[in-house]
């Protein structure tokens, strides 16, 4: 199989420019399992890395976005400069629309505010929908439209968008946990893709909350101060203890001490998109993240004064800039 690598005319300079044909190995592990096409809503840092991946090691990955971010992949090909998966660009089919077929998988990239509007994008009723956004509430609304075909999930990977149709992955972690039931056909495309994959059977409450109780953390005390967490590592230890009560109350078997290690653990740079987000007057998950905790802990009766405090601080931050719509791209 031969796989067009398109040439980079809009590589930033100095970058190196990816810009040839090679052979791809044939489809490898790709077919074993009866793999699906994959089909990704949301072609920014997340989609477009898993798209890259999965592309790269021959599967049929499909991205299905807005139309500024569609006509640049349509046009130049997808960059994706990553430790882990080279540095070039994919022929990756992008679209604005597209009629689901009974064996795909969705796998929705969308930050929270474009849950809804994204959905319309795509018709018909997938195999499995595997949601990859922070917090928790995105899986009542997937679950409205798809029932039980939704299985929750979380991704670990640093990654960020340059441009609409280049994707800077920044370290080589990239993990995608699974909750029971699991989506084998996912597994499958995402292993032969070398994107690590945690499908042990936990339940959607532990792994939504294992990744909230963390994030929310760095992300409220990195944003609410604009430092970085070396800076507010007292503040993330505190919603980090608030988070994970709440947590529990959930019904969610967070390890406390574990996560306040991993908190003590992570250098004293370490920052947030929260906080990038919230800097560059960008759309930002503060809802999806702090809301989140902070509806829980309404409904559990539990107190969490950090995580209230640090939030206004969030919003007073993020009123001082201009919205924009869509990303910081
Ligand atoms: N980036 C990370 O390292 C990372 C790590 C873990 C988890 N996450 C989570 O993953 C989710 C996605 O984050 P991200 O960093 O990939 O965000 P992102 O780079 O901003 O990408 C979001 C994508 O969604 C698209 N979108 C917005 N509205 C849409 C609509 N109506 N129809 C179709 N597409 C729409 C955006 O379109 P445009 O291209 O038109 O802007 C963009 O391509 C978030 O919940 C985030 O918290 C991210």
């Known amino acids: 199989m031969l796989r067009i690598v398109l040439g980079g005319e809009d590589a930033p300079q100095g970058a190196a420019t990816p810009n040839r044909v090679r052979a791809t190995a044939p489809a490898r592990r790709w077919h074993h399992g009866g793999v699906a096409r994959i089909v990704l809503l949301g072609p920014g840092a997340v989609g477009g890395l898993l798209a890259g991946a999965l592309t790269r090691a021959g599967g049929e990955a499909v991205l299905v976005g807005r139309p500024g971010t569609v006509a640049a992949i349509a046009r130049d090909g997808l960059r994706l400069q990553s430790p882990r998966y080279g540095d070039e ?79 800077v992955h920044r370290i080589p972690l ?40 963390r994030l929310c953390a760095i992300a409220l005390a990195t944003a609410a101060a604009d430092r970085p967490l070396g800076d507010v590592r007292e503040d993330a230890r505190a919603v980090a203890r608030e988070a994970a009560a709440v947590a529990r109350a959930d019904g969610a078997a967070v390890d406390e001490a574990a996560v306040l290690r991993e908190l003590d653990e992570l250098p004293d740079g370490a920052t947030s998109s929260l906080r990038a987000d919230v800097v560059a007057g960008a759309e930002h ?10 509806r829980a802990a309404r409904r559990h009766g539990l107190d969490v004064a950090t995580v209230d405090r640090l939030s206004a601080a969030v919003l007073r931050r993020s009123s001082q800039f201009t919205p924009v719509s869509g990303t910081r791209v």
């Open 89 to 167: 660009r994919h022929a990756v089919r992008a679209v604005e629309r597209l009629e689901l077929r009974g064996d795909d998988v969705l796998v929705v990239a969308t930050k929270a505010a474009g849950l809804r509007d994204g959905l319309d994008r795509v018709g018909g009723t997938p195999a499995a929908v595997v949601p990859l956004l922070n917090g928790l509430d995105h899986v009542g609304v997937l679950r409205e439209r798809f029932g039980d075909r939704v299985v929750a999930a979380t991704i670990r990977v640093q990654a960020h968008r340059e441009g609409p149709a280049h994707v």
């Open 285 to 294: 998950e503060l809802d999806a993240i702090a809301g989140a905790v902070q």
């Open 174 to 213: 990239a993990l995608v946990t699974l909750a029971a039931p699991g989506c084998p056909p996912l597994v499958a495309a995402l292993r032969a893709a070398d994107v690590d994959v945690d499908d042990a059977g936990a339940s959607q409450t532990d792994v939504l909350w294992g990744k909230l109780t």
